[in-house]
């Protein structure tokens, strides 16, 4: 049982810089995958950032050199954005991948959460 909620979301003035947190409860220690995906308005979810458990990062090229995903506590992932854009207009969510035992068989089952997003909004 893992549970996901973001916080940190507004507006913002283009160029300005602007922190998200992703807050996990449950069993946080099952977790090995935590990411950032974006929805803007009529537009696909995209995905922004990804951080595993062994400290390696992806991000979209579009953010590359502008956001940076870090762990901050046992249970709080960052996503630390600069140089916004309004393109960077969204909602974003956090989403983790985290691991289970299944008791038919001993073997892990891996399963996905996401947060309830948080809406930023980039504009002068």
């Known amino acids: 049982q893992v549970q996901l909620v973001e916080s940190g979301g507004g507006l913002v003035q283009p160029g300005a810089p602007l922190r998200l947190s992703c807050t996990a409860s449950?069993?946080?220690?099952?977790?090995?995958?935590v990411a950032w995906y974006r929805q803007a308005p009529g537009k696909q979810r995209e995905f922004v950032a990804s951080l595993l458990s062994g400290g390696s990062t992806k991000y979209v090229d579009s953010v590359k050199g502008r956001f940076t995903i870090s762990r901050y506590t046992a249970n709080t992932v960052y996503l630390q954005m600069t140089s916004l854009e309004p393109a960077d207009t969204a909602v974003y969510y956090c989403?983790?991948?985290?691991?289970?035992?299944?008791?038919?068989?001993?073997?892990?089952?891996?399963?996905?959460?996401w947060g309830q997003g948080t809406l930023v909004t980039v504009s002068s």
């Open positions: 449950g069993d946080i220690f099952s977790i090995h995958y």
């Open positions: 989403n983790a991948e985290y691991a289970e035992p299944v008791p038919e068989n001993g073997e892990m089952e891996y399963r996905e959460v």
